[in-house]
């Protein structure tokens, strides 16, 4: 399946090379640097690449490109979710996926990825499996080894993979035994010039973070599950529990995991908890133009709108801003064209609104759209869905866990179009 | 580019040198210390020192850097000595870096290569499972063609393998020896034959990887296997998940008839209009009612919980099977899913939005609802927003046009102008496809053509082109208002269009045409080559209507052409000029140059790009890319008739057979019979109790030739037909004769003796033994198929008969804890809307199914005298009674602890009528009484036996034991070590059994007493007074090992005592029932430790 992988940052360098197969020449991904030169944005450059002998499948993550070589027929989204997932645990081995931690780390990566790949094809990659055979580098460690000479890859040979739980790693032992559940919800949503919700769904996570000693199994309910319209699940959850009761019942993985991803289906009414006052124009014929936007809270349900964040792509034409915040403070970029304005929270009595000129390129004719406000947010304890856990049950175990549920709802895609 | 790809040939080129000197300067090696060394010799040298150095933490640096060597992509072929040598090492991690190193260049260095491969040969036998698959690992990926026997005599071994983990390895080899050595097919077909009869998770999906890479045709190793596949594939990982599926798919699409129907739907009149595929009309042409194939089915239903995976690709590739297999009013889950994929990263959604676009041109109504969700957003990617566009044309309908307009509306103001100019092409496309809306959207249109924007107006001038083609309607306002444009616009596609346009249209546009060519013939010699050829159109035109005018002006143009640089124009020149320039040479044509220039011209169809895909099977590579990739195997079309649907049915015994000697099977058979309670087992069984004559016997050529025979028969005969017709009906019966083929089952494994001595004849003879097989499994099957001999058959089973009638007490035990058994239970092979396997279900079953070949059932080593009091004399006024354990089966039920209550009469009167009143049983619990005692005699006593079900927990037992005129409460709890029947197993099939029940299924104990409590005497006595469990013969003096099930469910438990120095000994305890495991080990420890 997969051939080799190759990672390359931004400026093209190839800096590391892994072959499953037979070693395949770096030249290949000659044809992968055409692809991105004819792309101009990283963005744009096409996952599948066919070459005359190869088809090249690659992913961009973190200013990286993982480029894996594939020689016969095979589902793409296959090659593009591994990808991924390695460079999960990347990020979940060195704390970010980056070039200098992989290049620091070029011994865990390679000793990860032949683990994680066996003649192309996945073998492992639970993290929870992964770790017990190749422990990920802490300072202490890395200061105890260079001592004593040992190492960084497990004494003791995993029995995850041979046991009926692939995800959790046998013999987890801990003094507090703990697990968190962070309800995570983000409103993705297009707001028309009117301020009208041209389109709204809420898009929600659970993520867990669980410390359990020995086998625990826990059940997770709601008070109001019907409101869940798509669930994907983590492998470790009983289907067969929720179709008929609702209950998400599972032996967890040890460490942070995504228990559930849901989504709130557009017929249910989506709150939105801001608003946006904009007047933005520009003048024909003149160099200058007017920029005005106002945000103030809406539907917040009694709680702190903050974080917020306008990122704005200003049209070409835009030379530079000139403008004055109420709150909090601005940047544009002249070369990207892009303006950042961080506000912070907002106080009712107040609200808070950016104002000022925009110069424009003299000359060249207005642009004909406004463009479009993408707006983070984020309010702490609350789930905008209205979803809330009811409990948390466990067996197997006698000890007495502690149990905690955390809120919070944020901005995804939110575009407000003026 | 032509340099690239020569490079590109050469494997290793010559690039090494320079990269070589580059690496002197550079200072990148992992650890700093390098910089020293100014050339690279020296470097290798210092690293081959290291390598020599009797120390690890040397070795174990030198092979960090080497590592970071091969992962920069730079030549370390030359260590290759030195590495080779540390591969026997004792530290686990050099030996792994050696390992990579060893994969990266033993292609390259074959004769030292073979150095290291004896050390793999001993490590493939060694005793951990681990170690033993790391080994057939790196062995199987050095590419050294010379280990070809030896690699396929491993992976023989491998695939044999006790473990599964093993044998998951040794499917992964199976590709890696083919691909190095095509010739071994045939051989490792048989191993991937073998490999797919594994009931292992973990190894189904390897080898059916292994299955498509090297034999993807053979379609007929996956019949037998069909069912477990299905079954299983819940719970393989996730990779595994989207192998198997879509082998399923291609499988379903050769052994099923199609499930399309006329009838499915409105849709499917969208779908005859876009789409011709043959079978649909051949389809039409027999209305016969369609029944499906209850496998067919088995498949789809399975599939669908994988719908929630959080893999896209299962997600994508559930969705595909969805799509190509499942009748297409089903079909409609799958879009809310893949919608759901649209929230992942870029690249997933780049293939998905590829995949919904194809499937919405054949299928609006899928995706209708999630219209929205392809709002397109000003910071997605160009390529993604293109795609939602065209998924947003694909859905226009009259009903939301007006909704869509208005987005568009927005997007053709987007500052991303290739975006804006796609939507311009999408609004022409909805203008084409939906009649009400071609005027509003041809005057949006021309209003665009005032736009700023170059592409957007040259886009827009296109479309209109287009549109105005296929309406030749009275547009002249809006062709001269493009004639106008002609001043301004310079994008040459645009300019080519209105001159066509206004070629097309001369007649309408009189006084407008002549002009246009006037300017035009100015700025010929300027023109981009397209526009030139159009001016030269215009001006024919023009010459054949308008002669008068523009004669001049077109020879002036045809002149100009006649010596243009670009041939294509000198060739048309010179062939208008023949064409139209009456003169003498020009032949009868001229006569009709003006219908070949001016006739009626088709209108364009403005049709989606992804129209030509789908025949592609979705989620693959050749889709997305619409070429068809190397190794993409064709989805074939429905036949026409199903093949014989009996091929997949699988007998018991055959798996059974697999891992363990022939001998065993013998009673191996009745001890399944034991165990239903796995779901797997019990497909399997059910499977078998479908089961029709299994043509493919177990062995030799004979059957085969009956197979073959069959085969023949179901398909000119009716048979096959037959019960496919028919299957609805016969499914109910079938529902119903389950049951009853099950009592049959369960009461021939009662009187087993009889019938393993009859198993035994039939093992002579392989065709008789499957006949047998079919008597046992009950009479229904007969009524399935009979391509068999039937006479006999039926003859048996009369034969049969009788006994059973000669037997009716059992059977009515039966019946009884059947009936709360069999909602558990799925029964496979049926359409009943209840989903298959759970994932716990299957995490309990799994164990079992693999284990329970072996287990047979022993008489107690040890039965206590204890007894436990019932009822005190005191408070039974008079009535006293005791309860034990006799450690027997229970004849009641299997599932059915036996106790044994005596009773005695200390008072001084007759005490009447003793039964059992009311019983307080905890759910699930069951309880079987003992026929009322009508007098007991002073001083009397009297023994009876109930059998309670206890459900493999230690919950009390609360019933009533009455009198005549007295009830009195009691209550019965079981030690947990009477919740067990022993069972005999040999030391291989413990060791075996208690590899496949660790992790979360093993508890362990350590127990400190004084070392005269460790004799094995003492041990065993001590083991088995506390609970029913048999003794494991041991090749250990001190290791000791007991084995039991549980008396309910069937799972086994293992008990290991192993000494060790001084006195303490771990007591380790293996089962699936973790809970009565840790009760046991909690009982157990204390006995063991006190003296």
């Known amino acids: 399946m997969i051939h080799s992988l190759f990672l390359i940052n931004c400026s093209g360098d190839i800096f590391l090379e892994k072959h499953w197969k037979s070693v395949v020449s770096q030249s290949v991904c000659d044809y992968f640097f055409e692809a991105q030169e004819k792309a101009a944005d990283v963005e744009n450059v096409p996952p599948v690449i066919s070459t005359p002998h190869h088809y090249l499948i690659s992913i961009y993550r973190d200013k990286l490109f993982f480029v894996s070589v594939i020689q016969t027929e095979v589902p793409p989204l296959f090659v593009i979710e591994f990808l991924h997932r390695v460079a999960d645990t990347f990020q979940d081995y060195f704390g970010e996926c980056s070039e200098a931690a992989i290049k620091d780390n070029v011994v865990i990566v390679y000793e990860l990825l032949e683990e994680m790949l066996d003649n192309g094809f996945p073998l492992a990659t639970e993290s929870n499996i992964l770790k017990e055979l190749i422990k990920p580098p802490t300072i202490l460690r890395s200061v105890v080894n260079s001592i004593t000479g040992s190492s960084n890859v497990g004494d003791t040979l995993p029995t995850g993979q041979l046991s009926n739980i692939p995800w959790r790693r046998a013999g987890v032992k801990y003094t507090n035994n703990e697990a968190y559940f962070d309800v995570v919800e983000e409103i993705d949503a297009i707001i028309d010039k009117s301020g009208s919700t041209v389109f709204a769904e809420i898009q929600g996570v659970i993520d867990a973070c669980i410390k359990l000693s020995g086998m625990p199994d826990l059940s997770l309910s709601f008070m109001n599950p019907r409101l869940l319209d798509d669930v994907s699940f983590h492998p470790c959850i009983r289907f067969k529990r929720w179709e008929s009761e609702r209950v998400l019942s599972f032996i967890p993985p040890d460490g942070n995991f995504r228990l559930i991803s849901y989504r709130v289906s557009s017929q249910n009414l989506v709150a939105i908890p801001v608003y946006v006052k904009h007047s933005i124009s520009f003048k024909e014929n003149s160099s200058c133009g007017r920029f005005d936007i106002t945000i103030g809270p809406k539907q917040n349900m009694g709680k702190t709108i903050e974080g917020i964040t306008v990122t704005v792509h200003m049209p070409k034409v835009v030379l530079n801003m000139n403008l004055t915040p109420t709150q909090g403070s601005y940047t544009f970029d002249p070369v990207t064209k892009v303006l950042a304005w961080d506000v912070g929270k907002i106080t009712p009595q107040k609200l808070p609104s950016l104002k000022g000129l925009v110069n424009l390129q003299s000359g060249a004719p207005k642009p004909e759209e406004n463009p479009s406000l993408n707006i983070q947010f984020k309010i702490q304890q609350l789930a905008i869905s209205g979803l809330k856990v009811n409990r948390l049950d466990m067996y197997g175990e006698k000890y007495k866990p502690f149990k905690g549920v955390k809120y919070v709802t944020k901005a995804g895609k939110f575009q407000v179009r003026t | ?1091």
């Open chain 2, 1 to 1091: 580019m032509s340099s690239n790809s020569f490079a590109y040939n050469e494997q290793s080129g010559g690039g090494e040198a320079a990269e070589l000197g580059q690496e002197a300067t550079s200072t990148i090696s992992p650890s700093g210390a390098f910089g020293l060394f100014s050339s690279d010799w020296k470097k290798n040298e210092d690293l081959k020192q290291m390598l020599e150095s009797n120390k690890d933490s040397a070795k174990l640096d030198a092979m960090k850097r080497i590592v970071g060597m091969i992962a920069k992509g730079k030549n370390a072929s030359e260590l290759f000595p030195a590495v080779v040598k540390n591969v026997a090492s004792k530290n686990i991690e050099i030996k792994k870096l050696v390992y990579v190193y060893l994969v990266r260049y033993a292609e390259e260095q074959q004769d030292l290569a073979l150095l290291s491969i004896s050390t793999f040969q001993r490590a493939l036998k060694d005793p951990n499972q681990l170690i033993r698959a790391s080994a057939l690992r790196v062995l199987s990926s050095i590419r050294v063609p010379i280990i070809v026997p030896i690699m396929m005599l491993a992976i023989k071994e491998a695939s044999a393998d006790l473990s599964p983990y093993v044998r998951k390895n040794a499917a992964h080899a199976i590709q890696k020896l083919y691909s190095l050595d095509p010739e071994q097919k045939e051989m490792l077909i048989e191993v991937i034959e073998k490999l797919l009869k594994d009931k292992s998770t973990l190894v189904a999906g390897s080898v059916v990887m292994a299955f498509e890479e090297v034999c993807p045709d053979r379609i007929d190793l996956i019949h037998r296997n069909y069912r477990k596949l299905c079954n299983l594939l819940v719970d393989v990982e996730e990779w595994g998940q989207v192998v198997i599926i879509h082998m399923l798919t291609r499988y379903a699409r050769t052994q099923f008839v199609s499930p399309w129907r006329e009838d499915d739907g409105l849709e499917d009149n969208e779908k005859n209009f876009y789409e011709s595929d043959d079978e649909e009309k051949e389809k039409s042409d027999k209305k016969r009612p369609y029944t499906m194939d209850p496998d067919h089915r088995l498949l789809i239903r399975n599939t669908k919980p994988l719908l929630q995976s959080r893999n896209a690709a299962v997600v994508m590739a559930v969705a595909q099977l969805y799509w190509h297999i499942s009748p297409k009013s089903e079909a409609g889950v799958i879009s809310k899913s893949l919608v759901r994929l649209l929230r992942s990263n870029r690249e997933v959604q780049y293939i998905v939005l590829q995949n919904i676009a194809t499937m919405s041109i054949q299928r609006k109504g899928m995706f209708e609802p999630y219209l929205k969700s392809f709002y397109v957003r000003s910071t997605d990617p160009t390529m993604i927003k293109t795609l939602k566009l065209e998924i947003l044309t694909n859905l226009a309908n009259e009903a939301n046009i007006s909704t869509l307009l208005r987005e568009f509306q927005t997007y053709v103001k987007s500052q991303d102008k290739q975006f804006a100019a796609a939507t311009i092409q999408t609004i022409g496309r909805c203008a084409t496809s939906i009649t009400e809306v071609t005027d509003t959207c041809l005057n949006g249109l021309v209003c665009l053509l005032s736009n700023r924007d170059e592409i957007v107006v040259a886009e827009s001038v296109v479309v209109i082109k287009k549109l105005l083609q296929m309406q030749p309607a009275q547009h002249g306002e809006i062709i001269k208002h493009m004639a106008k444009l002609l001043d301004s616009i310079t994008v040459p596609v645009a300019r080519a269009s209105i001159l066509w346009l206004i070629g097309e249209n001369c007649e309408r546009v009189p006084k407008i045409a002549p002009d246009v060519l006037r300017k035009m013939a100015k700025t010929f010699t300027s023109e981009d080559d397209l526009v030139k050829l159009q001016i030269l159109n215009l001006g024919a035109k023009l010459y054949l209507t308008n002669s008068k005018q523009t004669k001049l002006l077109t020879q002036y143009i045809l002149n100009l052409g006649k010596y243009d640089q670009n041939y294509d124009i000198r060739d048309r020149t010179r062939f208008i000029r023949q064409l139209i320039v009456p003169n003498e040479k020009s032949g009868a044509l001229s006569k009709y140059a003006k219908k070949i220039f001016l006739a009626q011209k088709p209108a364009p169809l403005l049709e989606s790009p992804f129209k030509d895909r789908d025949h592609f099977q979705l989620g693959t590579l050749s889709h997305t890319l619409n070429i068809k990739a190397s190794g993409y195997l064709e989805l074939s079309n429905w036949p026409e008739v199903a093949p014989d649907p009996s091929v997949r049915n699988v007998e018991v015994i055959e798996s059974a057979k697999e891992w363990t000697p022939v001998g065993k099977s013998k009673k191996e058979k009745p001890a399944k019979k034991f165990y239903s309670e796995s779901e797997e087992e019990e497909a399997e069984e059910e499977e078998s109790s479908d089961s029709s004559s299994d043509s493919e016997g177990e062995s030799g050529s004979e059957s085969g030739d009956t197979g073959s025979s069959s085969e023949d028969s179901s398909e000119d005969s009716s048979s096959g037909q037959e019960s496919e017709t028919g299957s609805e009906a016969e499914a109910e019966g079938k529902r119903a004769g389950k049951r009853n083929s099950r009592l049959k089952r369960k009461s021939d494994s009662e009187d087993g003796e009889k019938k393993n001595e009859k198993s035994k004849t039939s093992e002579s003879s392989s065709a008789e033994s499957s006949s047998m097989e079919e008597s046992s499994s009950g009479s229904e099957s007969a009524s399935e198929s009979d391509n068999e001999p039937v006479p006999r058959k039926v003859a048996q089973a009369k034969e049969r008969k009788p006994q059973q009638e000669r037997h009716p007490p059992p059977k009515d035990v039966f019946l009884l804890d059947l009936d709360d058994f069999n909602p558990v239970s799925t029964p496979v092979a049926l359409p009943t809307p209840a989903l298959s396997p759970s994932l716990i279900a299957d995490l309990e079953g799994l164990n079992l199914s693999t284990s329970s070949s072996v287990i047979n059932v022993s008489t107690p080593v040890f039965v206590p005298t204890k007894t436990h009091e019932l009822l005190h004399r005191m408070s039974g006024k008079g009535l006293a009674a005791w309860y034990c354990f006799p450690r027997q089966p229970c004849i009641f039920g299997d599932k059915m602890v036996s106790v044994q209550i005596t009773l005695k009469n200390t008072s001084d009167r007759k005490i009447e009528n003793i039964h059992i009143g009311e019983k307080k049983l905890p759910v699930g619990m069951q309880m079987h009484v003992f026929h009322p005692i009508d007098s007991l005699e002073p001083e009397g006593s009297v023994t009876v036996s109930v059998g309670i079900d206890f459900c493999d927990s230690t919950q009390t037992a609360c019933f009533q034991l009455c009198t005549k005129d007295d009830c009195f409460n009691v209550n019965i709890q079981p030690p947990v070590g009477e919740l067990l029947l022993p069972v005999a197993m040999s030391e291989k099939d413990f060791k075996k059994e208690r590899g496949m029940l660790t992790g979360m299924n093993e508890t362990s104990a350590t127990v400190i007493a004084a070392p005269q409590n460790f004799t094995p005497s003492m041990i065993l006595q001590k083991v088995v007074n506390v609970a029913n469990l048999g003794a494991v013969p041991s090749g250990q003096d001190n290791v000791h090992r007991f084995a039991a099930k549980t008396v309910h469910s069937g799972s086994l438990m293992l008990v290991t005592v192993e000494l060790k120095e001084g006195s303490t000994a771990q007591l380790i305890i293996n089962t699936e029932k973790t809970l009565i495991g840790s009760v046991l080990l909690r009982e157990l420890k204390p006995v063991l430790s006190q003296g």
